[in-house]
């Protein structure tokens, strides 16, 4: 970090934010911050529950739990200095500080891509294998799968970043969009960034790829696997499997999209980079907790014993 300050003219950034008209502005600053905090409660109410309550024990919640812990930490290296960019007249950050949000946007999305695999896994074997799923899922199997998602969203963050400390930055400061990612920030390196634009592009790209590719084929052979269920079992698991696919479509569909093609900066991506950051994180409770019966009843169980607690 010290290097870059150092060998290069500039120190800080401004973002040109989303939109320009500062009543536009306004109105997405009142739109978004009650979904920022709609995430943040959604989200940790589902870890609270999952930890709470022994009646969600099984591998399937323990991963639940820690995908909505990623979703909140996710969600929180951009959406708070977004949401209080929009009552700014100009939005600034310093170069350390873009380089940090890179890093932790990369971190925490990466590991979210590789628990979305981890939670595949899991459905296939519980619905392929369900005499096995006990001894296969064993307890240290799932910390194993967790803290491999984790080291995975690091090790991936980290390579990107060595890559982005080593250009100069020595011009323009104005970034054409409202957080620090990849593509924005090459594009103001006074060096030509071509091979460095490809490594990101493999690095991001690849991953997102392989992993939707790796959901896709677990998710088919689920479906041809269940043909052999009874109908309640069948339908118990498509309601499952459903929720599942709606998650895995809504974070891979954005993020093929704009890391999938050659890099430039409209206001279509700009929108569909808010459905990722912003909203997709919102959705994770509802989409995970409204089809499943045994969330529901333990998160009513919860506020039953803490509005108990409290008369």
């Not at 997405?28 to 009646?55: D, E, H």
């Not at 060096?191 to 896709?216: P, Q, R, Y």
């Not at 895995?248 to 950051?277: C, H, N, Q, W």
Request: charged fraction near 15%; charge should be positive.
């Amino acid at each position: 970090m010290e290097s870059m300050a150092i060998t290069n003219n500039v120190t800080e950034l401004i973002f040109t934010g989303l939109f320009q008209d500062p009543e536009v502005q306004r109105a997405c600053f009142v739109v978004f911050l009650p979904v920022y905090l709609a995430t943040v409660v959604g989200n940790g109410l589902i870890v609270l529950t999952v930890n709470v309550s022994k009646s969600l024990r099984s591998p399937m919640y323990f991963f639940l739990s820690y995908l909505s812990l990623v979703e909140i930490t996710y969600s929180s290296t951009v959406v708070p200095k977004f949401i209080t960019d929009l009552l700014a007249k100009i939005k600034t950050i310093s170069l350390e500080g873009c380089v940090a949000q890179i890093f932790f946007f990369h971190f925490f999305g990466v590991t979210e891509i590789l628990l979305l695999v981890v939670m595949a896994y899991d459905r296939y074997v519980a619905i392929c294998k369900p005499l096995q799923y006990m001894n296969i899922m064993s307890r240290q199997l799932c910390h194993v799968l967790v803290s491999g998602s984790w080291l995975g969203g690091l090790f991936h963050s980290i390579i990107q970043i060595l890559i982005t400390v080593q250009l100069p930055f020595c011009g323009p400061n104005v970034i054409d969009h409202y957080f620090c990612d990849l593509q924005p920030l090459f594009k103001l390196a006074c060096t030509d960034t071509f091979v460095e634009g490809v490594i990101v592009l493999a690095n991001s790209g690849l991953i997102a790829l392989c992993s939707f590719l790796i959901l896709v084929s677990s998710y088919i052979i689920i479906l041809v696997n269940l043909r052999n269920h009874s109908a309640e079992g069948r339908r118990k698991a498509l309601s499952t499997c459903a929720s599942h696919i709606t998650g895995v479509l809504l974070f891979f569909g954005p993020a093929i999209f704009l890391y999938m093609r050659p890099s430039s900066i409209f206001t279509e991506d700009k929108l569909v980079a808010v459905f990722y950051t912003v909203v997709t994180p919102m959705l994770n409770p509802i989409i995970y907790t409204l089809r499943n019966a045994e969330v529901k009843i333990a998160m009513r169980r919860l506020w039953g014993k803490k509005n108990l607690g409290m008369e």
